[in-house]
Structures are given as structure tokens and as C-alpha cells.
């Protein structure tokens, strides 16, 4: 929960100590952009583990 928490932390000071309204709204879109297709990777993973793979 500790690291959870010092992401949160670390996510939100990044972006509040940008000037630039645009640039910080690029990056976090681009930053959950990033998380989703991590999300599909980690379920396409499980999903080819748990079904077996073809031979």
C-alpha cells in the first residue's frame, strides 16, 4: 500500500510542477494511454498462460 501511495505522490507532483497547461495534459493522457496497454499485455499474458498455447 506504502508504494501505491508514493506513486500517487510521485504522479501528482510531477505534473503540478508543469507550466505548460498542454504539455501536462499530453502527458498524463499519454501516461494512461501507457497504462491501458499494459493492462491489455498483463491480461494478454495470463490469458495465453491459463489457455495453453497452441503447438
Do not use: C, D, H, Q
Request: hydrophobic letters at 60%.
Amino acid at each position: 500500500m506504502t508504494t501505491l501511495l508514493l506513486l500517487k505522490e510521485l504522479y501528482k507532483s510531477s505534473f503540478s510542477e508543469l507550466k505548460n497547461g498542454y504539455a501536462a495534459t499530453f502527458l498524463k493522457v499519454l501516461s494512461w494511454f501507457f497504462f491501458l496497454v499494459f493492462l491489455v499485455v498483463i491480461y494478454a499474458f495470463f490469458y495465453r498462460l491459463f489457455t495453453g498455447f497452441p503447438m
